[in-house]
């Protein structure tokens, strides 16, 4: 069973459009994170919410904006893509305030 | 805030020899400290964590790491790298009072067969 999961594995778009990434983790975390990981391997956090609050990277554009239905999904949707925007995109879970990162597979999305 | 810093960006060995990877943070409080490994395509995988106790840790691969609260570091070690160990290493540090984890910027490590 995948703890973990994000669809798609790839995306591929035309900058101006709007796209979104879903995630969707089984291991019943009360937190859930996005990541952007660029060229170099830098890996940056964008957001993490829990049903109690969502944290912002003050540095994430408003273009980026994280939807939860529910506790076991937190879902990623962008709008106006930009070139810029063409890396990794990593969802995670943790439980507690351990800090333990569980990862997704990561979603390649690459900006024309 | 807290920083991680991961003095090695790019180390290169051959198979057989030993690897040790620096990790330093900077804030002195208490700390849960990771490593992770992603190798070539693939997500990030936990090697190893200490939250408290024996300050040598022990992980999977025969990866270790010792947390020198001295010296607020967090060494990876391996004696023996094998070809299948090429892979980019994150060291990660919790601070007291976050649950958000800060990152290093990552060490790529290739080993030559």
């Known amino acids: 069973d995948t703890a973990v999961s994000q669809t798609p594995k790839y995306l591929v778009t035309q900058m101006g459009n709007d796209k979104s990434i879903k995630c969707e983790q089984n291991?019943?975390?009360?937190?859930m994170y996005w990541y952007k990981q660029d060229s170099k391997k830098f890996l940056k956090i964008m957001f993490s919410y829990n049903n109690k609050e969502l944290i912002i990277n003050e540095t994430v554009p408003n273009r980026f904006s994280p939807k939860s239905p529910d506790k076991a999904h937190l879902n990623l949707h962008i709008n106006s893509l930009e070139l810029g925007d063409s890396a990794v995109y990593f969802c995670?879970?943790?439980?507690?305030?351990?800090?333990?990162?569980?990862f997704g597979p990561g979603t390649r999305l690459t900006v024309l | 805030a807290q920083s991680v810093s991961q003095h090695n960006h790019h180390v290169i060995l051959s198979e057989a020899a030993s690897l040790e990877l620096g990790c330093n943070y900077s804030?002195?409080?208490?700390?849960?400290l990771f490593w992770y490994v992603q190798y070539p395509g693939q997500h990030l995988q936990l090697l190893l964590k200490?939250?408290?106790?024996?300050?040598l840790v022990k992980g999977i691969k025969g990866f270790e790491a010792e947390f020198i609260k001295s010296k607020f570091s967090f060494n990876l070690r391996k004696p023996s790298v094998q070809w299948s160990d090429t892979a980019e290493y994150f060291c990660a540090v919790l601070s007291g009072g976050s649950y958000i984890p800060t990152f290093g910027r990552g060490t790529s490590l290739i080993v030559h067969p």
């Open positions: 995670a879970s943790s439980q507690g305030t351990t800090g333990e990162q569980f």
């Open positions: 804030y002195g409080g208490t700390v849960n």
């Open positions: 200490y939250f408290s106790g024996d300050p």
């Open positions: 291991l019943g975390h009360d937190t």
